[in-house]
Nanobody, 122 residues
C-alpha cells in the first residue's frame, strides 16, 4: 500500500524557514523521482520542487528558486523540503508524491497523504 506521511509544517513569520519531511512507503522508493506540491483552497495543486531517484537532478518552480531546497535520503525512504525566506502567499498545505515519467506526472494520484500545513504570517 502506497503511503506518504508529511510533517514539519507550522506557523512562521514572513522571511522565516521551515523544513518539511515526507516518509514514503509501499513502492520502490530508490527507483522513482519525488516531488513536493502545495495547495490552497479553491486552487489547483502546484508542483513546487522535484528530485530524481538518486538526488542528482532537482527542479523548482520559478517562484521558489533560490529559496527552497529539495533533498532525499534513500536509506530512510525520506524526502525533504527546506524552505527559506518564506512569503505569506506560500501559506498552503504541502504534500509529497512520486513522479511517473516526466516531472509533471504524478505516480500515485489516488494516494495523497494528509499533507502538512504551512502558514506564513506577514
Amino acid at each position: 500500500q502506497v503511503q506518504f506521511v508529511e510533517s514539519g509544517g507550522g506557523l512562521v513569520q514572513s522571511g522565516g524557514s521551515l523544513r518539511l519531511s515526507c516518509a514514503a512507503s509501499g513502492f520502490m522508493f530508490n527507483y522513482v523521482a519525488m516531488s513536493w506540491y502545495r495547495q490552497v483552497p479553491m486552487k489547483e495543486r502546484e508542483q513546487v520542487a522535484g528530485i530524481d531517484n538518486r538526488g542528482g537532478t532537482t527542479i523548482y518552480a520559478d517562484s521558489v528558486k533560490g529559496r527552497f531546497t529539495i533533498s532525499r535520503d534513500n536509506a530512510k525512504n525520506m524526502v525533504y523540503l527546506q524552505m527559506d525566506n518564506l512569503k505569506p502567499e506560500e501559506t498552503a498545505v504541502y504534500f509529497c508524491n512520486a513522479v511517473a515519467g516526466n516531472w509533471g506526472e504524478i505516480a500515485f494520484p489516488s494516494s495523497w497523504g494528509q499533507g502538512t500545513q504551512v502558514t506564513v504570517s506577514s
